[in-house]
């Protein structure tokens, strides 16, 4: 129950967040007005403040915990409730707001960890690409559409040869700078609706929807010159060496895929690295390699 009215709520603009939440304050100021001040309502105009923090965005949180705090003082003062000062109204009003303001940055800022942590689960700490995780969860999305369009897709994988060396020889923090170099270059050289990762040390994978076996190999090649042309810029003696598998029609198993991609880069690398080993997928089709 609580996850549907969670969906729900995530659904709504956030104008209606914010005329839902206005319409809560007034509710209650009219149900607590009609109550008197026997029985007590604060604990329910935490309500629309929590709405409005959780699904909107600021300034609004402050504006309705303010119409909270003043349609509290309207029900306490037409309900003729009697104080020995005309102090104390304004007292509590400005209480009562600092509380609902309180509740509302405290929101805010478990909001924003949240997110935070969210980020961190699916990207990779190093280069700030997506993780295997978040690869994993976009790619089963892709297959899902593709299923319904029938279009083809090409899974690249993709391992820097000699990388130990870089390590070895000029520490880790050069073979980190690395790797953000990579995966740099490899995001300002794919097209939006491709899909990168980091999903090993220094292996990267990178699904390319919508393409073909000819479209596909062109792009790698395309690629692979971005990344030698980096690399030759700080004197890095390392090259890369590419598993590519092409399926005609959408994958049943994308660990058998990515596993099949696996295979070919660790082929390329046994040719003599700096090598692009590409292969046609399809239960209809028998494979057919294509190196370079």
């Not at 001040?37 to 329910?44: D, G, K, P, T, Y």
């Not at 009697?82 to 303001?101: D, H, K, M």
């Not at 990579?182 to 292996?203: F, K, M, N, P, Q």
């Not at 810029?233 to 598993?243: D, E, I, K, L, Y």
Request: charge should be neutral.
């Amino acid at each position: 129950m609580l996850k549907t009215i969670q969906k729900i709520l995530g659904r709504l603009s956030r104008p209606v967040i914010i005329m839902i939440s206005l319409a809560i304050v007034a509710a209650l100021g009219l149900i607590d007005y009609a109550t008197g001040s026997e029985l007590a309502f604060s604990i329910f105009y935490l309500l629309p403040v929590f709405l409005v923090t959780w699904y909107a965005d600021p300034p609004w949180n402050f504006a309705v915990s303010c119409a909270s705090a003043v349609s509290w003082l309207l029900a306490d003062s037409l309900s003729l409730h009697l104080y020995s000062s005309y102090i104390i109204p304004a007292w509590n009003t400005a209480v009562r707001l600092g509380f609902f303001l309180i509740f509302s940055n405290i929101l805010l800022l478990l909001k924003k960890s949240l997110r935070y942590e969210k980020e961190l689960a699916r990207s990779d700490p190093l280069t700030g690409i997506a993780n295997s995780r978040f690869f994993n969860e976009r790619v089963e999305a892709e297959i899902n559409r593709a299923r319904r369009t029938n279009e083809p897709m090409t899974f690249v994988y993709l391992d820097i040869d000699n990388f130990k060396n870089i390590n070895d020889q000029f520490g880790h923090s050069v073979g980190d700078d690395l790797l953000r170099l990579i995966a740099s270059t490899l995001s300002g050289s794919i097209r939006v609706v491709d899909i990168l990762a980091r999903i090993g040390g220094d292996e990267f994978i990178i699904l390319q929807p919508q393409t073909g076996f000819d479209d596909a190999h062109t792009t790698i090649l395309r690629i692979q010159k971005n990344l030698l042309e980096k690399i030759a810029q700080n004197h890095w003696s390392v090259t890369f060496s590419f598993g590519m598998v092409t399926c005609i029609k959408p994958p049943d198993d994308l660990d058998d895929i990515i596993k099949t991609a696996d295979r070919l880069m660790y082929k390329a690398k046994k040719r003599g690295k700096n090598s692009i080993c590409h292969e046609m997928y399809s239960p209809d089709v028998i494979p057919g390699p294509v190196s370079t």
